[in-house]
């Protein structure tokens, strides 16, 4: 069992240079607490993510640690370029000494997607082409390419990333069905559904993970969770509760804005409502121990991904919570594993 951390890079108030540097000093945390990795959400024209630009954003992040892995959950890639995206991708991966951990999707928000001119009807068509591409010159000496919105022919790749063929790829995963496509092409995964909604998805990854590979070990099926811990259970729910009420806040912010509901439904108002359906977590060490080891019982997940900071919650609040989970949580969360 390994544990790793998504991080929306969501608006807590501070002034810009202050977030990124507290945020920074989480990950240099992260680091030293012996985290797999660290996912980052992409999202643009809203204080949910201030991170609108994972590379630049990440390129700080692999000056900052030595050993966390890192990487966007997820790439936009309706929204890049797919040559400039490969340069990236293969400048970050050669900087960090072979850390990086690419996150690919076609963005949750149409709104975010036509703020850049971009038709939202596009995006799978878009996602699907700038797929292609980027996989092919992260592992051959020349893109080729002839579709809908790109043309290349023989482009030489100068660049190459430091792992082989590529970065381990990663993706969102919600529906069975595409669970079942990331087995087939041998990605990792995280949900943030509910307990019994994401065992739909483990189950149909492994079984079709046996049919196309066999007995090879299974990539990283990750469960994602709020989480927060404290001493006691009260403290630990009423920092949660009162962090998340600005999270829900940023959440909702684009979409409320333009009078229309969020593509998979409103989130629950309040942390408790979280709780109640799976996707928060907030207690002692012991309780969080408790609801992890049973949560991840139920999921079939066979990795831990823990958002420990989110909403308005400050550096001074964060680095405890954190401090507690690493020393208490992570090593009774491994050994019931």
Known sequence: MEFGVFDHVDSNGLPLADFYEARLQLVEVYDRGGFYAYHVAEHHATPLGLAASPSVYLAAVAQRTRRLKFGPLVYTLPLYHPLRLIEEICMLDQLSGGRLQVGIGRGISPLETKCFGVDPEERQRRYEATLRILLQGLTEKAVNFEGEFFRFSNVPMELAPLQ??????????????????????????????????????????????????????????????????????????????????????????????????????????????????????????????????????????????????????????????????????????????
């Open 164 to 337: 082989t063929p590529h970065p381990p790829i990663w993706q969102g995963i919600a529906s069975p069905d595409s669970a079942a496509r990331a087995a087939r092409d041998g990605r990792n995964f995280v949900s943030l559904s509910s307990s019994i909604e994401t065992r739909a998805l483990t189950d149909r990854y492994r079984q079709a993970w046996r049919e196309i590979h066999g007995a090879a070990p299974l990539p990283k099926l990750g469960l994602g969770r709020f989480i927060v811990v404290a001493e006691s259970n009260d403290a630990a729910l009423a920092l949660a509760r009162r962090a998340y009420t600005k999270w829900h806040a940023s959440f909702h912010h684009l979409w409320h804005l333009h009078g229309i509901q969020p593509t998979r439904g409103e989130r629950p108002p309040v942390f408790e409502e979280t709780m109640d359906g799976g996707r928060g977590i907030a207690g002692s060490p012991q309780s969080v121990i408790a609801a992890l080891r049973t949560q991840l019982v139920e999921s079939g997940a066979n990795y831990c991904v823990g958002q420990f900071a989110f909403g308005d919650m400050t550096l001074d609040e964060a680095l405890p919570s954190i401090d507690l989970f690493v020393r208490e949580v992570m090593p009774a969360v491994r050994a019931a594993a």
